[in-house]
Structures are given as structure tokens and as C-alpha cells.
């Protein structure tokens, strides 16, 4: 009974900071996407991704129009829909891991090179994929802030 007891109050630590670390890789990678693709860096952006044949991207804009983005699209895009430069900030994660599997959900603020903001809501749908979590799949949710 001892031995279970101290294997409970080691293991227990053990797996929270797992947890951290998983969600601190998520984090890392959701924002390596977004950097990489104000960047128009086509290569580093495509390590962020592992398209699969459930792959999906969905992007909603402020119109009311949707886009359903072909994945491929996200190895291969073309230099006229990438980059741009400007950042973005992204704020208020959430994140649900069950195995190798996660979601992360963010707030998403950019700034154009000329100062422009945009803001969304984003989901990225993520596979941890030889040790190393991707992005599978993803749905952008563009809106315009309400003025007070």
C-alpha cells in the first residue's frame, strides 16, 4: 500500500507537467504558424502542418462569407495569399489534449505593414505526430470589434 501511494504522489506531478509542456509545444507551434505566414515563409510554415485526408480549413470573414480553403494550400501557398509582413498577437489560448490528439482556440490580433488591424477568433485542431505537435486542420473566424 506505501508503494502505491508513492507511486501516485510521483506520478501525479509527473503527469501535470507533461500537460505544461504539451501545451507550451501547442502554443509554440500555433505561433510559429502565424509568424511564418506573415512572414511568407512558405518552408517553415509547412513544418507547422501534417495534412491529413480529414484535413480541413474553414475561414469565416465579417461579410458573412465563407471560405473553405484546400489543405494543400498550406504547404504549397502561393506567394500572392502569404505574407504581407505586419504581426499578430495571439491572446486567450485554450487548449483540450486527450493523447496525441488537441485543440487550441485564440483571439488574433494583426497589424498590416500600414497599421491596418484585423482581429479573429481561430481554432487549430492539432496531432502530436513523431513527438512533435502539428497542426491538422484549422477554422478562422474574422470579425469586425463592436464600437462602444
Not at 512558405?42 to 480553403?69: F, M, N
Not at 504581426?87 to 491596418?116: L, M, V
Request: with cysteine.
Amino acid at each position: 500500500m506505501k508503494k502505491l501511494v508513492l507511486y501516485l504522489l510521483l506520478a501525479f506531478p509527473l503527469g501535470l507537467f507533461a500537460q505544461t509542456n504539451d501545451e507550451a509545444a501547442i502554443k509554440a507551434v500555433v505561433q510559429r504558424e502565424t509568424d511564418t505566414w506573415r512572414a511568407g515563409d512558405i518552408k517553415g510554415h509547412a513544418e507547422c502542418w501534417h495534412v491529413q485526408p480529414y484535413s480541413r480549413i474553414l475561414v469565416s470573414l465579417p461579410d458573412g462569407t465563407s471560405i473553405d480553403v484546400p489543405p494543400a494550400v498550406m504547404l504549397n501557398p502561393t506567394s500572392d495569399i502569404m505574407g504581407g509582413g505586419g504581426n499578430s498577437i495571439n491572446s486567450n489560448y485554450r487548449i483540450g489534449i486527450i493523447g496525441d490528439a488537441a485543440w487550441s482556440s485564440h483571439d488574433q490580433e494583426t497589424t498590416a505593414k500600414d497599421g491596418t488591424k484585423s482581429y479573429s477568433y481561430e481554432m487549430r485542431m492539432l496531432e502530436k505526430i513523431n513527438g512533435q505537435w502539428k497542426i491538422v486542420g484549422e477554422s478562422v473566424h474574422h470579425y469586425t470589434p463592436k464600437t462602444k
